[in-house]
Structures are given as C-alpha cells and as structure tokens.
C-alpha cells in the first residue's frame, strides 16, 4: 500500500486507503488494494493484451480495485485523465468489471480521449452467445441498457454494434415499441426493454438499466405519446415492498392493481431518461408489469 501511495502521490492522486482522489478529478473514487493471488493474468486473457504485456501483468504484486461514481460517457476527459495518472504511477492495465475487459493503459486513454464511439464500444463492451442469443455486456459503465437479438453470431455482432454504438455516439430517446435496422438494406426490429435476467443484481455485470430485447426482423413501431408516466415511487420498489409485506409472493391482480394504483408524474421521454439515469435504474414497463415483474424476481433469487 505505501508503494501505491508513494507512486499515485508523484502522479497526482492521493490516496487514503479507502478512496482515490486529485485536485483535476471532479469526483473522488472508492480505493481497495488487493494482492496478487495468481489470477491477475487470466483476468486480462480475452486477447485485449499482447502476450508480453499479459506476462507482464501476471508479474505484478498488487493491484487497486477502484468504484467510480460517474458514466465513462459522461466523464471521459475526467477518466483518461485518472488512467493515465495511475499508468505514469506504474499501473500495467486497466480491467472493467462490468465487462469483465481489460486493455494495456495506453488503449484506453487512446479510446476515451479520441471521440471514436466503435473504439470505446470495442474497450468498454463484450458480446456474449449463448443458444441462439446474442447480447451485449457493460454498456451500463455509460449509463445505458445493454442489448441482445435473435440471429447468428456474424449478424448479432453487426446489429449490436450498430445499435449500442448509436446510443453512444447521439443518445437518442428509446422507448419499448421503436424501432431499429442498422441499415436501410436491412428490416426493422421492433424493440422492448426488459429487466437483465443475465446476472443476479449485485453481479459486476447485472444491468440496472436493463436490457433492450431486439425483437423479429420486420416489427413494426407503436405509436409514442408526447408524455409517459413515472412512478414515485418506482413500480418496482412498490412492488417489492408490498411482497415484504405480504410475507408471500404478489398474485397476477395484485400486481395489475398496485401498477394502476401507483402514483405517477408525467414526464416528456426525455425528462423521464434522465430522471432515471440519476436514480440509476430502470423501472419496470407498466404495460408488462405483471411479466417483467416475474423475470426480476427469479433473477433476484
């Protein structure tokens, strides 16, 4: 730890033993330092690292696990500049836990730094596979959904690239019943969001924001009202409050009464996008609460 600290002090960052600060950081970062216990190297082996830098990295005898309280979007400048700080203090890597990628120092400053929204999608995200199914993984370290379709892997990897790195590059104003093609060659799927029932809340890689379910090609869109309703307080805490109380899970007309019931404020779409940005989750979709509802009580356990 002393090592640490002596380094980070000459590159500007000070740290305390529980958090990780400098006077050119708009935020201070929660700071744990941990031993290598031989499984720094397999923690860096998706192909991100050159194998003479995976050696290197298999070598080192400690590492800082940091929690930052911003989005990489949002505070790009503010993170190259924490990166490159720690990579001037000796750090080798960097691995981000909400997608389990790691890249040397030099690439992620590279990709924060340089506007390129495919760069930073290639640092930040994986996609992942599985019976049919693709989607993607980390795209909440930006405050955002992750994403998954129906289709073969190559055509996966294309439409999810496409489509996580347009909300990257314009965050535009999604809501369940739009819709998307990654080109005009290409049909229309119909999109809905729905709660990650991939990882349990609490797993690094869990989604608050959810995810956006791509549907089949050819769907068509809803119409949009100018104004949606939020709930205060969120659908889902009245949902699972009134199942706390109940001591029992909530029947179907339960659900559908205390949904109907709940206390909403109309908001434009994009009030009510970063309304929940700020609350750091996503409420559940009124008209599928009774299903969406199910999908985040087996996720919990």
Not at 74 to 96: K, S, T, W, Y
Not at 106 to 126: H, I, K, N, Q, S
């Amino acid at each position: 730890m002393a090592q640490w600290q002596g380094s980070l002090g000459r590159s500007g960052l000070t740290l305390d033993g529980h958090s990780l600060a400098s006077q050119n950081l708009g935020f201070r970062a929660l700071a744990e330092w941990v031993e290598n216990d031989g499984s720094f190297s397999q923690a860096f082996g998706h192909g991100t690292m050159s194998e003479e830098e995976q050696f290197a990295v298999a070598a080192a005898g400690s590492a800082l696990v940091l929690d930052l309280p911003v989005y990489l979007g949002a505070a790009a400048g503010e993170v190259a500049m924490l990166i490159a700080a720690l990579g001037d203090a000796g750090a080798l890597g960097v691995r981000l836990e909400q997608s389990k990628l790691g890249w040397p120092v030099t690439e992620w400053t590279r990709a924060l730094e340089g506007g390129d929204p495919w760069m930073l999608y290639r640092c930040a995200v994986a996609v992942l596979q599985d019976r049919g199914v693709s989607r993607s993984c980390g795209m909440h370290a930006f405050g955002l959904p992750d994403a998954q379709v129906e289709a073969s892997p190559s055509e996966a990897n294309q439409i999810l690239g496409v489509f996580n790195v347009y909300r990257l590059a314009e965050d535009p104003v999604l809501v369940s019943g739009d819709t998307f093609r990654p080109d005009l060659n290409t049909p229309r799927r119909r999109l809905e969001r729905w709660p990650d029932d991939g990882y349990p809340p609490g797993h690094a890689c869990h989604n608050s924001f959810g995810i956006w379910r791509l549907g089949a090609e050819g769907g068509e869109a809803d119409s949009r009202s100018e104004l949606r309703p939020v709930f205060i307080p969120a659908l889902v805490a009245l949902l699972t409050a009134a199942e706390e109380n109940a001591g029992r899970r909530l029947r179907r007309e339960e659900v559908e009464r205390l949904t109907s019931e709940g206390m909403c404020m109309m908001m434009t779409h994009a009030d009510a996008q970063k309304f929940e940005r700020s609350r750091g989750y996503a409420d559940l979709e009124p008209e599928l609460a009774w299903r969406q509802w199910q999908v985040l009580r087996e996720s919990r356990g």
